[in-house]
């Protein structure tokens, strides 16, 4: 089913969501329409007008308000929640917060990832922690509940998200009211483009969901045809004021050289339409057929609206021309092949004298196009439209300023270019053309960002993606210069170009690899992939860098310029406090730990007052002893200082009791590798029983815990497993430390109670025990348990994905499989990811992993590396992967080459079924860095629709004699 978006112009971006207690807050979304995989950035400002500050946690994530958490109240505002404490008497704090808004094209969904009533944006829930340390706030119908402590609101922020599509011929009704010429002279335009309204009529056309059928090999969105967002920046398809048009890429559906005009007489018009799956079916079940209409300005007046009659001989009696020269062409799905297909479309009569330049416009649609217009010409009466358009659903929409072969000079010149940029992560980094090849260890082979293996960027990296073409019809010499933002100085650590053929090259690059020189064939597209470096600094800060194409004689020079802007994250990493943990301890004179960069300035805070500060030593782990806190909940915070930039760390909240006979934060489970954890319960808390454990089947466990049973020496601890095995603790050296070993079984559930005998009073506390893996490493093929693979734990700071310090929390990162392919980590919660690498396979790297109090089992397939020639070369793209659609013989080798700046997947189903990791998958890459490489070999004759993360693209596997070329030429 595919839905109609929201009436965009009932979007409210500014509005008052929840007050209360002297605390009200109000959110600006800064980017109301957004396109697929742009972030949504949201202001708040929080006001407080009672006596006293007010602490908050604030999160932006994806859960819709009112879904609950999985781990209970504690993860209410999310992992990755940041603190805000907003002074009293009127104070004001200003935060912004980000959210990525999913960048799927699914047609079949109701709704995309995010959209949670169907209305076509994408919606994120802004969740706060309202603490009662200071202000009293207390949101519980029960004062003497747990709840009390603190309560949670949301509120949902929706933007909309942009998948339209637009024409970009001239039109003088635009949003900034200014007139467009059609040709020199000037002739005024009036060429209906822009879709909105607002503007005047007639409106141009404006479809949808252009991704799924469309003209040509690709198509771009945009909001309007002149207003940002827009895929093709730093233009829109029109700049009114400028004067400009014809800016929107890939107007590629119709081989304009290939048209052959003559005066008064029908012509055939090849046309590409693609189509993809989930469109053919769509269309069929709802007995749908695409439409094709064209138009030529045959008279070149600026508009598409005439008619004319033919001189006698020209076609029999009355005959007559229009400048739509194509009405409601209709093409039947079910004989359109998945992918690109060229049809011939046959137009009635033209009127051409072929002696200029004439605007066509050709419309691709699912329903008949209405036709408002009509003319009497010898003795007929026929409807027609001048270009204006409605809403569509499917389609696409493609300009041309069309030029007769005949007369148009050869050897035109036309070259165009766009630009992205990324802060990336330096695993599998950007390829050279010798990582082209399967290779497992290409993700391994290029740059670091963290030499030292210190857990610190030593490095920043960028990437920067552009595209480059002649959109002529002769090639040509062009040069390619990269311009530094004047304060930084980046170097250029790996540079390659993708020519229209499919070989990756490095020639043609200057000395320093920040210019390109060299020919781009007519009609010829190119992409370039580059990696800036510099040494890291602890600011964030704003990178912008821009690209010149230049060619002699190019007829069109107002898109010869592209530029792009990087948040750069700094050095700085936010603190952590590694214990002595969330949950309960029976003194109050403990030690807190935790990390920060080392040479950073910490500060810890207990319940809002800094109590220590301290320079972070050189491997960035510190410690504060601190005594004498009373019996009750403590918070404890730290924060960290470079520079002029300080980060606070997530709180951590000890209950401190001293009538308990034994210390829960003490109590420690220690496997044979020297991985260690403590229970917690659905909170992520470790107090006084309630909590979940999960050990590993068949392994022998280290336990320990400390007693605060004092002056006792005939204290005793048991800790029973189940309704038959007890394991008795001792303490031989009397410090107060008890210890045994508990060896698992299989899989299973038991109850575990640990009993403390203190001056012959026994104490018991109880929990759940789960038997119960946390990870395997299989072969995707076999599924048979691999050793041998390692297995890295990335954690996210700030904007990028670091290695996780799991020495801070008793953990080893990274872990190698034993025979039994098993590997786990206990982390707080957070953002994570997983890579795995091991010889003979392809390397691993999954999507985020989101930790909240819940335990997240993440198995891997890993896939082995191909032994056979790459057959088939498929780029991903910023606006999704290229060629879409390629068809194969079986045993073909199919690669995927993410040449996006930012990370992305490709994956698939078993018999083309839909993506569902927890069945098994035909593939998975996993997260793909710019640049790196991953290849399938396609056994199985079918139809494999495969999912991106940008649009999503199909594999047909057949006998057939003829394979998709690696690159169409528009």
Known sequence: MISDQVDIDEFCSSVIVWGGGGLTFTTHIATPFVLPGDIMSVTVTFTNTASEPAPLRVGLNGLPPGQPYLGGRASCPGPDATSVVVP???????KIYAVRVPSGQSLGALSPAGDWDGDGTFDAALRMSFFDIFTEVNLAADPDSDAAEYACRAVKLSANIVKTDLGDAPDSSNHPGAGMSAYPGPVAASFPSVFDLATGTPSGPRHWRPWHFHLGPRVSVER?????????????????????????????????????FQNCQVATIPVQVFIDPAAKTWMI???????????????????????????????????FALDHIAINRPINPAALAIGLNTIFVTTGRVNWSGNAPAWMRATLTTQ????????????????FSDGRGENYRLGETEDYLYRDPAIQPTGTVDVQITKHGEQVHSTGMPITPGQMSPNASSALCCLDDDADNDGIPDTAITVWSMEFSNQGTDATTKTIRIRESPTLAWSVARAVVIGPDGTPSTDGFTSDRKGWDGTIKGNGTYRLLMAMTRTAMVETELVTNTVTIEATGDTDPADNEAGATVVVAGSLQVPLLTGPGNGAICTGTFTVTGWANPGALVRLYIDGAEILSATAPLAGNWAFAVSGLANGMRILSATAEAGMVVLASSDMKVFVDDSLSYSPLSLRFTDPAGISHRPVDVNGRTDDGGWILNLHPFTAYTITVRTCCRNDPNA??????????????????????????YTTGMRTSLNMVISVTCFGIIKSSDGTVLIDPFGYITDINTSALLSGATVTNYELQGMLFNVWNAPAYGQINPQVTLADGFYSFFTPPGTYQIGVTRSGYQSHRSADIVVTNALVRYDVALTPVPTGPVTQRVLLLESGPFPQVVRVKPSSVVQFTNWTVRESPTRCCRGGNPYRPEVGTAWDSGMLAPGESFSVVFDDVGVFEYDDGLGGGVIVVDHGGTAFLPMVRR
């Open 88 to 94: 009293g008497n009127g104070g004001r704090v200003d």
């Open 224 to 260: 309007d045809a002149d207003l940002f967002p827009d895929q093709d920046a730093p233009f829109t398809n029109l700049r009114p004021p400028l004067d400009q048009k014809d800016l929107d890429n890939y107007d590629d559906g119709v081989a304009l050289g290939a048209l052959a």
């Open 285 to 319: 079940s709802n007995t749908l057929q695409g439409y094709v209409n064209v138009w030529l300005d045959s008279n070149r007046d600026g508009d598409w609206d005439d008619s004319y009659g033919c001189p006698p001989g020209t076609g029999g009696p009355g005959p």
């Open 368 to 383: 008949p196009i209405s036709l408002p217009l009509s003319a009497s010409l010898g003795g007929s009466l026929v409807n």
């Open 716 to 741: 005793a601890i048991t800790v029973k497993f189940g309704p038959t095995d007890t394991v008795t603790l001792t303490d031989p050296d009397f410090d107060g430390l008890f210890e045994g070993v």
